[in-house]
């Protein structure tokens, strides 16, 4: 199973809003509704902010909002904070085998 | 409050064995499946494999079949990783996670355990 794709790096400056995308195929995301983001800061564990497409779970903030079109998956991070400076990952779970799981590479956000 | 809490670093050799562990608190253990995830110096998240304590139904990513063993005492609310014998390219950082069966919420995730292996 081969990883899901996302560009390597984003940036944006504070206040503006950035998307990042990860790019499946029809064995996982498109025919998927289990895509997740997770945000990892330095040498921190992953912290899921995003999960079933575009629930958040409690407590993260509503600056983060995910959503899905065919073989892509979007993260959208609106009013950016140096905070949201991380990397972030997202998931599918695999069609024929809804025990697996696929990430993607990462994406390093920097925010200027 | 729902936990996962990994044993502490660990330095080996190559050729030697080693068994990591992830304790749950907090929620039924046996209800949900336990994951593991492997993150290699400077490099992204992989899937490993996952363990159903309730009933220790294992399933491996086929990267990692028959690399790893992973298995769980449900009596302690405690999941393993090991390995039989290490080699240089296992050192990474790993995480435990639990894993629900009909949501994508894998969460929450252990701190992560360290293992280098070096001679």
């Known amino acids: 199973q081969s990883a899901l794709t996302q560009p390597a790096s984003v940036s944006g400056s504070p206040g503006q809003s950035i998307t990042i995308s990860c790019t499946g195929t029809s064995s996982d995301i498109r025919d998927s509704n289990y895509v997740s983001w997770y945000q990892q800061h330095p040498d921190k564990a992953p912290k899921l902010i995003i999960y079933d497409v575009s629930n958040r779970p409690s407590g993260v903030s509503n600056r983060f909002s995910g959503s899905k079109s065919g073989n892509t998956a979007s993260l959208t991070i609106s009013g950016l904070q140096a905070e949201d400076e991380a990397d972030y990952y997202c998931?599918?779970?695999?069609?024929?085998?809804?025990?697996?799981?696929?990430f993607g590479g990462g994406t390093k956000l920097t925010v200027l | 409050e729902v936990q996962l809490v990994q044993s502490g670093a660990e330095v080996k050799k190559p050729g030697e064995f080693l068994k990591i562990s992830c304790k749950g608190s907090?929620?039924?253990?046996?209800?949900?499946?336990i994951g593991w995830v492997r993150q290699m110096p400077g490099k992204g998240l992989e899937w490993m494999g996952i363990i159903y304590p309730g009933d220790s139904d294992t399933r491996y990513s086929p990267s990692f079949q028959g690399q790893v063993t992973i298995s769980a005492d449900k009596s302690i609310s405690t999941a393993y990783l090991q390995w039989s014998s290490l080699k240089a390219s296992d050192s990474a950082m790993y995480y435990c996670?639990?894993?629900?069966?009909?949501?994508?919420?894998?969460?929450?995730w252990g701190q992560g355990t360290l293992v280098t292996v070096s001679s």
């Open positions: 998931s599918s779970y695999i069609i024929t085998n809804t025990l697996d799981v696929v």
């Open positions: 996670v639990r894993r629900p069966t009909d949501t994508s919420n894998i969460d929450p």
């Open positions: 907090g929620y039924r253990f046996t209800s949900y499946w």
